[in-house]
């Protein structure tokens, strides 16, 4: 896994945990999809959709390791982007130590890093016994999409779908 590369030591569970995936998929407003490619499911997605403010959250996305780097994420974001026409703001955050995961939001997407939650300034809305007792646990950067008025990708075919 990338994170044990990145950290250079095994990890004990998964990241995210299945208990934050699963609170991502009960939010109010969540949208859960399969990416799928050439009839395969090669990822998934979760948004959460506010239709009053249209200030919109990425909580979960991911591409199977072995088929990363081949464009597959950013079709697949381009097709959630379209989805949502009337998105104001996208949201998401990823941990600090996930290089792959900043450079695909800040340099792919086009999203920029507008906060760093750490032990010094910690996520508020991170429910405090989610709060980890070692100080690099809770490290994330928390990256910001603000929409056009028209969308870059009118003209972009995807070969990606997204199976809700």
């Known amino acids: 896994m990338a ?9 004990e569970e998964p990241i995210p945990s299945d208990k934050d995936i699963e609170q991502s998929i ?3 407003g969540a949208a859960t999809y399969w990416i799928m490619a050439n009839h395969q499911r090669v990822g998934g997605a ?9 200030r919109n959250s990425l909580s979960f996305f991911f591409i199977l390791t072995g088929l990363q780097s081949r464009g597959l994420g950013l079709q697949a974001w381009k097709a959630i982007e379209r989805e949502y026409p009337n998105t104001k703001v996208w949201e998401t955050v990823t941990p600090y130590f996930e290089k792959r995961n900043i450079h695909f939001y800040v340099n792919r997407c086009g999203f920029k890093i507008v906060e760093f ?16 007792e070692e100080e690099d646990d809770d490290e994330m950067f928390r990256f910001m999409k603000v929409m056009g008025s ?4 009118n003209s972009v075919s995807i070969h990606v779908g997204l199976i809700a």
């Open 26 to 28: 009960a939010e109010a």
């Open 117 to 132: 939650y750490n032990k010094f300034h910690p996520d508020p809305h991170q429910v405090s016994d989610q709060v980890h």
């Open 3 to 11: 994170i044990e590369a990145d950290l250079g030591q095994p990890i």
């Open 46 to 54: 979760v948004v959460v959709i506010d239709e009053i403010s249209n």
């Open 150 to 153: 028209e969308s870059d990708y």
